[in-house]
């Protein structure tokens, strides 16, 4: 929730693994919600992908999906059946998603406009090693 106004982002959806390499984010929904006051706060909701490739550093990615709800609160958000990620050069440990709150930006990490960054429980991959 975005302390200044109230709104917050909702998300929903499931990640299946295919291999050690690869895996899907499928039945994606991102909702964008108003405050109590039913107005909107001028951000839009975006949904990112995190991997662990589990190299013993703790080696994370990040990676932004088409999954966003930017325009307006309580419109019925943004549904999509999915998309997959495959890697060559790495095995994918577990994977997270994260939902962000963003004003006007790429909603990627690290972004000085985005507030609320929530993050799922990480999903072990029971392909890997």
Not at 14 to 28: D, H, L, W
């Amino acid at each position: 929730m975005n302390s200044n106004t109230g709104g917050r982002a909702v998300a929903r959806g499931k990640i299946n693994f295919t291999t050690v390499r690869n895996f899907a984010v499928t039945e994606v929904e991102v909702i964008d919600k108003c405050n109590a006051q039913g107005t909107g706060d001028g951000l839009g909701a975006y949904l990112l992908v995190q991997a662990d490739f589990g190299n013993g550093a703790e080696y994370v990615q990040r990676f932004p999906t088409p999954f966003k709800d930017v325009d307006g609160c309580n419109n019925g958000g943004f549904s999509s059946p999915g998309i997959s990620y495959a890697f060559e050069s790495g095995k994918i440990r577990r994977v997270r998603v994260q939902i962000l709150e963003c004003d006007g930006s790429d909603g990627l990490p690290g972004d000085s406009d985005c507030f609320d960054n929530t993050f799922s429980a990480w999903k072990d991959n029971p392909h890997y090693p």
